[in-house]
């Protein structure tokens, strides 16, 4: 395999996830990535003497393929994951809830703190217990739930308006990046089994402790460098032209580069522009928006690592001090899922209204001096993964013989995820395996836009 020569076009998890994967098995491997770092959408910036990601990002227990890339990294011991999950949720006025799983096996786990959930009535608690039978119930890949609206479903199934804001958004919100009302049944059923229904610890919470330019960018470019992989930054991928049946030249700005087969872990968009897929497979999947807000308290505000809060603008919101560097005040960030009414909204606007509605969860939070506020938006954090999404996601397998992709958008029947990208880049690196031990079929040539 040593011979065997791979160029991978991106650095992002799944970018960084098939060239482990090849280099471990003896290619050799290239990667190519646009931007001065690795990490992709998983990134940081300093402000005011602080770090801070461009997004909150979480994984849960259910995510043994991002696991598995910390410990390839080895960086386990620089993230946290709940021993058992547990979501304090605020709502202004001090009234609270939460959803805490017991040392019951699955999916009994969940079953004292729902019927205990006091942001619901104990009708509405008992309520759910319809809807989680039928999604334990669902088969996932069927293509007709993809065709099915969540929120039409739920209501279908009894729940009330109260029930999906205060339970089932906190839920899906932040795993699909659309509210319910906007979401695919089949996606929102992979979510519940796998991490809810399936295995007691699937839904613990875990986030990285240090920032996530550090834990993905820094230790991942190790990784590759110990394992023999050549990786050139700033360094973008204009085009992929065919030169004979398993040889590629990938060009860039100022140098080419010639392959037995390609990755191309980028986003869809741009995937769409190298030729590998359709040019409409990036429209067709849609964008949903992802906005932070983070505030460095001169002082500490809250004890809680974490809460999720009801009745409020803010979603979830976290205690960034480790991370951030804060030691001597809180950082505390906002994470806004689903952000559609926030993207285009001001900094002047929207730090003003989160610090209130801070303020209305953590008192003490009207009283502490703030030393840094930053506002971070993604446009294009994910795909939308409302009704029909699943149709379109591009598969790993073949879009062109000895071309490959990856990226969360691929069709891993997971949401667009950390786990859904690093399972797409091991999957196209295992793809590029089969074919180079010749286990792989090569279909015929069918897009013009590899170059021949
Ligand atoms: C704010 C925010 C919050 C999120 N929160 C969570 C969360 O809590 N939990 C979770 O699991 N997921 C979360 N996600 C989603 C997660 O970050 C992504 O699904 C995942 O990181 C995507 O990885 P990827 O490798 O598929 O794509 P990307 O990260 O987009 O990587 C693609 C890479 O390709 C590079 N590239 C593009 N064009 C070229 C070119 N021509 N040549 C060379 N390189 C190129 C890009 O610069 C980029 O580095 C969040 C995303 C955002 C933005």
Known sequence: MSQTRVIVV???????????????????????????HLGGLTTSIERDGFSFDNGQHVFLGCC????????????????????????????????????????????????????????????????????????????????????????????????????????????????????????????????FQVGFLRDAGGADMGWSTVPLAELHGEYGARALDASGVITHLNTAAHSITRVSDNSFAVDGDEENWSADAVIVATSARVAGTLGVVGPDVATELGTSPIVNIQFVFDRKVTDLVMAACVDSPIEFVFDRSDASGAHDGQCLVISLSAADAYIATGSSELLPLFLGALGDVFPLAREAQVLSAVVTREAAATFRAGPGVESLRTSITNPEPGVFVAGAWCDTGWPATMEGAVRSGCQAASQVLSLFSGSSSKGPLNRESVKS
């Open 10 to 36: 991106g650095g992002g998890l799944a970018g960084i996830s098939a060239a482990l994967t090849l280099a471990d098995a003896g290619v050799t491997v290239t990667l190519l990535e646009r931007r001065p």
């Open 64 to 191: 043994s393929a991002y696991r598995d890339l910390l410990k390839r990294l080895g960086v386990s011991d620089k993230v946290y994951l709940q021993p058992r999950l547990d979501v304090p949720v605020l709502a202004p006025g001090g009234q609270r809830g939460s959803i805490r799983r017991s040392n019951l096996p699955a999916p009994f786990h969940l079953a004292a703190s729902l019927a205990r959930y006091r942001l619901l009535s104990v009708r509405e608690r008992l309520g759910l217990l319809r809807p989680v039978l039928a999604l334990s119930r669902m088969k996932l890949g069927d293509p007709a739930l993809d065709d099915i609206n969540f929120g039409d479903w739920l209501r279908q199934h009894g729940q009330t308006p109260r029930a999906i804001a205060r339970l089932w958004n906190l839920i899906i919100q932040p795993t699909l990046n659309v509210s319910a009302d906007h979401a695919s049944l089949a996606l929102a059923a992979q979510v």
